[in-house]
């Protein structure tokens, strides 16, 4: 079942979904490290880029079906991935400075 949907999918459908899970599963993994290394990250750019991806991912496999242009399904995806990404950021900074008062 699975495989047949894969396989029906289009090539462009098919990274999008790749991107997506990937990205996901990087996300969940993420959230677990939090919690067991207190929210410290050895890499800095880490959480903006899976929280883009996600973003990104989420939003163009969602939109691919309202959306059939692709430039204007990838511009609209990659802002939206970008505000998930500097929202969380912004999120991130405001914890720190929080908890450095």
Do not use: C, H
Request: aromatic share 14%.
């Amino acid at each position: 079942m699975v495989v047949e949907w894969w396989t029906d999918l289009g090539l462009m459908m098919q990274i999008l979904w790749g991107v997506t899970i990937v990205a996901t599963i990087l996300f969940i993994i993420q959230n677990f490290t939090t919690f067991l290394r207190d929210g410290v990250s050895k890499f800095p750019y880490y959480n903006a880029v899976v929280n883009f991806f996600l973003g990104f991912g989420w939003t163009s496999v969602l939109m691919s079906q309202r959306i059939q242009t692709p430039i204007y399904l990838f511009i609209i995806a990659a802002i939206v991935g970008a505000a998930l990404a500097v929202l969380v950021a912004g999120m991130g900074k405001m914890l720190d400075d929080n908890a450095n008062k």
